[in-house]
T-cell receptor, first 113, second 112 residues
Framework: DVKVTQSSRYLVKRTGEKVFLECVQD?????MFWYRQDPGLGLRLIYF???????EKGDIPEGYSVSREKKERFSLILESASTNQTSMYLC????????????FGAGTRLSVL | GQNIDQPTEMTATEGAIVQINCTYQ??????LFWYQQHAGEAPTFLSY????GLEEKGRFSSFLSRSKGYSYLLLKELQMKDSASYLC?????????????FGTGTRLKVLA
């Protein structure tokens, strides 16, 4: 079974803190994605990566950065957390193919106080 | 712009059939997915359509009409465990990469 593991289920941080969200997949997938999920807004793509050290901005990259130093790991960084970044963060991975099924981690619920 | 629409909420009775619709306006269409997401859990893959027509998988079926920008997910013999959000997602082909766009999801409540 495909496994996508996010390092934390729940996180509470203070405004201005630097926050790292880690995601690891064990299926040798080329693509990895970070989304945030908010009520009424659905899943919105923050960043994605289609190869090691490669990254592309999604629809809402402002306030975030990412790092992919190894194929299996994709990190989301909040340089200076703000209260409007309180959300559920979902990581996903997939092969690079036309039928591009995404496999999701369980999510990290981040609260910024 | 790229847009996906689906109803916010639906209610149905155990044992019944329910159809969840999804309409989309996109460019570079390369397929449509349905995912199921139980509260507090990760979305999980249900179905994929790239050609027009119906794909059946047990109690779940998904239909696509590319010319109309329309899909539906059909759930038969509803069970309580089918209470979840159902996400419609379109995969777009860009310059060498693929990108997903998700609808906001339809929350289905199954009543006894």
């Amino acid at each position: 079974d495909v496994k996508v593991t996010q390092s934390s289920r729940y996180l509470v941080k203070r405004t201005g803190e630097k926050v790292f969200l880690e995601c690891v997949q064990d299926m040798d997938h080329e693509n990895m994605f970070w989304y945030r999920q908010d009520p009424g807004l659905g899943l919105r793509l923050i960043y994605f990566s289609y190869d090691v050290k490669m990254k592309e901005k999604g629809d809402i990259p402002e306030g975030y950065s990412v790092s992919r130093e190894k194929k299996e790991r994709f990190s989301l960084i909040l340089e200076s957390a703000s209260t409007n970044q309180t959300s559920m963060y979902l990581c996903a991975s997939s092969f690079s193919s036309a039928k591009n099924i995404q496999y999701f981690g369980a999510g990290t619920r981040l609260s910024v106080l | 712009g790229q847009n996906i629409d689906q109803p916010t909420e639906m209610t149905a009775t155990e044992g019944a059939i329910v159809q969840i619709n999804c309409t989309y306006q996109t460019s570079g269409f390369n397929g449509l997915f349905w995912y199921q997401q139980h509260a507090g859990e990760a979305p999980t893959f249900l179905s994929y359509n790239v050609l027009d027509g119906l794909e059946e998988k047990g109690r779940f079926s998904s239909f696509l009409s590319r010319s109309k920008g329309y899909s539906y997910l059909l759930l038969k013999e509803l069970q309580m465990k089918d209470s979840a959000s159902y996400l419609c997602a379109v995969i777009l082909r860009g310059s060498g990469t693929y990108k997903y766009i998700f609808g906001t999801g339809t929350r289905l409540k199954v009543l006894a």
